[in-house]
């Protein structure tokens, strides 16, 4: 089962539902004001997306997106609100800091993307997020923390996430079977919060003119590379204005593991790209 606790439990019971089941909803993450003025934002914008036009980094990820799903990348540069109240979301940071924090110095933004499952749009192929880092020996502890955010509702007509709970825990080449798949059905304003080990897809979409739109977004340990090259995406002269922890996420920040024998990267000039923001040296 995918658990479902409201936005203002306790984060180590977020944290303990996440770790056993592998994903959680979190009902009421987005107050109603938050999605209506998000959609207001940000849905013209994906709306303007023509997936038959656009291409990819290669035909195989073509495919997994199909011509049915419109996209928004860079968010950040689109939406103050996607920063104030997405990007920075306190649940982000609780989990993150008791998922991801034993593992790295700091976190970061791996991927923040609007996603627009058309009808049509098939189900994508079972996969684990994580496994984009490939070459990362394996078993290895959690390096991402991932979900989908609604900005409409997710039913199981419309494209809803389907998800495979309990499957951080398998080891190998276990592959899931259809009936261990779970619809994260959920209301606007809800999320799935999901670990980077656990099976799951974007669901079909059998309507004939609904539209499902939520973020899709995840935070890695900051010592691997991004998904969404989030600097380029966000240049300095957009990241100047957002709040010290936004441009942090974003990637301005290096990875300092100094205190626990590691080393830094990501630096400019030795120094954090931040403190060259704030000096308007970059
Ligand atoms: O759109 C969804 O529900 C899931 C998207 C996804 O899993 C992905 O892009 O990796
Ligand atoms: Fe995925």
Request: glycine share 8%.
């Amino acid at each position: 089962m995918i658990p479902v606790l409201h936005r203002g439990a306790d984060p180590d019971q977020i944290c303990a539902a996440l770790t056993e089941h592998g994903a959680v909803i979190i009902e009421d993450f987005l107050d109603a004001d938050t999605v209506a003025a998000m959609n207001a934002e940000v849905g013209p914008l994906v709306e303007a997306d023509d997936p038959t036009a656009r291409t990819f980094v290669n035909p195989f990820i073509a495919d997994f997106f199909g011509t049915k799903v419109k996209h928004l990348s860079g968010l950040a540069t689109h939406s103050r609100a996607f920063v104030d109240d997405v990007l920075l979301h306190p649940i982000y940071d609780e989990v993150c800091r008791r998922v991801l924090g034993p593992s790295c110095a700091d976190w970061t933004l791996n991927v923040g993307h609007l996603l627009q499952r058309g009808p049509g749009a098939e189900q994508q192929y079972l996969h684990r997020d994580h496994d984009v880092w490939n070459f990362l020996p394996s078993p290895h502890p959690e390096v991402e923390l991932a979900s989908l955010v609604a900005l409409t509702p997710f039913t199981a007509d419309n494209g809803a996430t389907r998800l495979v709970p309990g499957s951080n825990h398998w080891d190998g080449d276990r592959y899931p079977t259809d009936d261990e798949l779970e619809i994260a059905e959920m209301p606007a304003g809800a999320a799935v919060i999901y670990l980077g080990s656990v099976f799951h897809a974007g669901g079909a979409n059998c309507t004939e003119d609904e539209w499902r739109r939520g973020f899709h977004l995840s935070f890695v340990v900051g010592w691997l590379r991004t998904e969404e090259n989030n600097t380029l995406a966000t240049p300095p002269d957009v990241a100047r204005d957002l709040p010290l922890r936004a441009q942090e996420l974003i990637g301005y920040k290096a990875h300092d593991a100094i205190e626990t024998g590691g080393g830094y990267l990501g630096v400019v000039d030795v120094r954090h790209p931040t403190e060259l923001l704030a000096s308007g040296e970059l």
